[in-house]
């Protein structure tokens, strides 16, 4: 069974950062690939980041330049550093795991990915 748990959202007022972390177990596929997603109340799922098990990331272009995926291996985490979040940054951010690598040009695709994690909610306040 995968378990994918998110934590670190919160609320922020604009041009703040926080830092989403997922811990994930229950796996041990040589080739996959992590993401993150958001979802804002209203619209549908959105894919930000994603890292793939070469290290490679890519980035949605609404938050390249601002936000940064990495992950721990010791720690089974992937992280979200999220830096000079705007207003529309709010939305329930969620990890995801897809079972084979991937290699995207910008964000993830949600079809793709095969867990998910809960979702952990970010506000950003103006």
């Known amino acids: 069974q995968v378990y994918l748990v998110e934590s670190g959202g919160g609320s922020v007022q604009a041009g703040g950062s926080l830092r989403l972390a997922c811990a994930h177990s229950g796996y041990t596929y040589r080739n996959y690939c992590m993401a993150w997603f958001r979802q804002a109340l209203g619209k549908e799922r959105e894919g930000v980041a994603a890292?793939?098990?070469?290290?490679?990331?890519t980035y949605a272009e609404s938050v390249k330049d601002r936000f940064t995926i990495s992950r721990d291996n010791d720690k089974n985490t992937l992280y979200l550093q999220m830096n000079s979040l705007k207003p529309e940054d709010t939305a329930t951010y969620y990890c995801?795991?897809?079972?084979?690598?991937?290699?995207?040009?910008?964000?993830?695709?949600?079809?793709?990915?095969?867990?998910w994690g809960q979702g952990t909610q970010v506000t950003v306040s103006s």
């Open positions: 890292m793939n098990n070469v290290w490679r990331a």
């Open positions: 995801a795991l897809r079972v084979g690598s991937c290699s995207y040009a910008a964000g993830p695709f949600e079809r793709d990915f095969h867990y």
